[in-house]
């Protein structure tokens, strides 16, 4: 087995299909231009054993009734991730107001999932558990929406003296502006901001490539 756990822990949010389908009630403003990133990402994970958190919303229909747009509405078919954010060995976590998670679930799966109902993440106790209490001191983030919850859960990382990596060109908003005005303000704050090119880059490199016959062989993750 691959191990790159010391390059930390994919926080992967809410790449589900409302969000980022062309058909979802409330795709983000460059869903288009981001999918193919984050593919890329969910493959390097894949690839290179990268465990993960994720984290999707999940909204009950009697909360949403009379709302004119309701997205990721639990039981639809908008509120699933995509398919390819779906590792092989994952863990679907019950949100709850209960605080009891192992703290070893990313080395009984590779990949988590927990629920949120509003927009900062840390509202689900057992996702705060995991972000303040795991070993990992580097969490890579991604996803959805930049301006709200990723924005909250960078700057709750970095409150909790984690060190953050934002894959800028793999985050969805639906304010422009907005989501420009959020990658300065948690830069100012000292969260590392990359791509994706230059993280799978950064990963790769750690691995000597193999010689076959005497010829090198090519790996790829997307």
């Known amino acids: 087995m691959r191990n790159v756990r010391k390059m930390g822990i994919f926080v992967d949010m809410c790449t589900q299909r409302d969000y980022l389908a062309s058909d979802g009630a409330h795709p983000s403003l460059n869903a288009a231009q981001i999918r193919s990133n984050l593919k890329r990402l969910m493959a390097l994970a894949r690839w290179a054993k990268v465990p993960t958190l994720s984290c999707v919303d999940a909204r009950r229909p009697e909360d949403v009734r009379g709302l004119p747009r309701a997205d990721c509405v639990i039981g639809t078919p908008g509120q699933r991730k995509l398919s390819f954010s779906l590792l092989p060995d994952h863990v679907l976590i019950d949100s709850d107001n209960c605080l009891c998670v192992s703290l070893d679930i990313l080395n009984q799966h590779q990949q988590a999932i927990l629920t949120k109902e509003h927009r900062d993440p ?11 209490e795991l070993p990992s ?14 924005r909250l859960l960078t700057l709750g990382l970095m409150l909790r003296h984690r060190r953050v990596t934002l894959i800028h060109d793999a985050c969805g908003w639906w304010d422009a502006e907005e989501g420009e005005m959020t990658l300065r303000q948690l830069a100012a704050k000292g969260c590392e901001l990359t791509t994706t090119q230059d993280l799978i880059a950064s990963v790769l490199a750690q691995y000597k490539p193999a010689r076959t016959n005497g010829q090198r062989r090519r790996r790829s993750v997307a």
């Open 122 to 132: 840390f509202t689900n106790p057992k996702l705060d558990r995991l972000l303040t």
């Open 137 to 150: 001191r580097r969490f890579i983030v991604f996803g959805v929406p930049l301006e709200s919850s990723i």
